[in-house]
């Protein structure tokens, strides 16, 4: 009877999934989650009449809890800079990119210096607030305000672009940032899981394969060809027209390997803190900053690209 029974138990363990397809279906459930609901946001968002209504709440929310974990990786390191003038220099900096051109409904270039003369700003309360609890030379002033800016240009500054995005050139610009970057990260994950045997980056982030790496170009490709061929000019048939192959394709490429060196930039934080994911509370996700980490370096590329037509043009 015995016998019988660890042979049924045997049978059980033989049928469950490996930990890394387990993983995997979660992580492509979860994703695909967050992906429908934040398509939700962004539909709601494009028929608003103030553009930024429900998505400008999401982005305050996720600045500050991407701000705080960074702020805990420096402290992960000893470096401590002061908490107050971040939070409020990234917070400052997304309304900055937000209220100019939603308010006053401007696109020219004049709207888009507002958050430069906030990041201007916030670099002296950086310096002035270490100023004020300097106590002793070897204190790590130097170490604290570069971490400060740091944090205000990573999170602040490039989530303002973000927001300029969807200002400046409609949703469909956004989305086209967001769907290109997070299915780059999806064809990564599930061809280096599946067959990725070649390490790019070993000590900065192990699971990154050279497999992986093509998968996620030739996901974000197909990706932006779908993107610009149906979804731009379906949104915005007035101001997106027809982008040429060589367009979307750039677009795809480029948002593709900026996003794959976000993702690798805050594995190099993270490292350096001694720690798997910027913080615990989405399990197979990490936190706020390992979901933001591709798009963020992404943003500029996405943003030139739109600037200079190469893309809705």
Known sequence: MAACTQKRRGAKKLHRPPAGIAMLRWRLLLGTLLIAVLGVLCWLDHQASLPGLWLFPVALVAVVAATGEVLALANATGVKPLPATVYAGNVLLLTSSWIPFAWQESTDAAAGTWPLLVLALCVLLVFAGEMARFQKPGGGATANVGMALLALVYVGMLVSLLAQLRIRWGMGALISLLLVVKMGDIGAFTVGRLIGRHKIAPVLSPGKTLEGAVGAL????????????????????????????????????????????????????????????????????????????????????????????????
């Open 218 to 313: 030739a996901f974000s490709c197909a990706t932006s060809w779908a993107v610009f061929h149906w979804l731009v000019p379906w949104m915005a048939p007035s101001t997106a027209g027809s982008t040429p192959w060589w367009g979307w394709l750039a677009f795809g490429l480029l948002v593709a390997i900026a996003g794959m060196v976000g993702d690798l930039a805050e594995s190099l934080l993270k490292r350096d803190a001694g720690r798997k994911d910027s913080s615990s509370w989405m399990p197979g996700f990490g936190g706020v900053l390992d979901i933001l980490d591709s798009i963020l370096l992404a943003a500029p590329v996405a943003w030139c690209c739109w600037a200079l037509g190469i893309v809705g043009s």
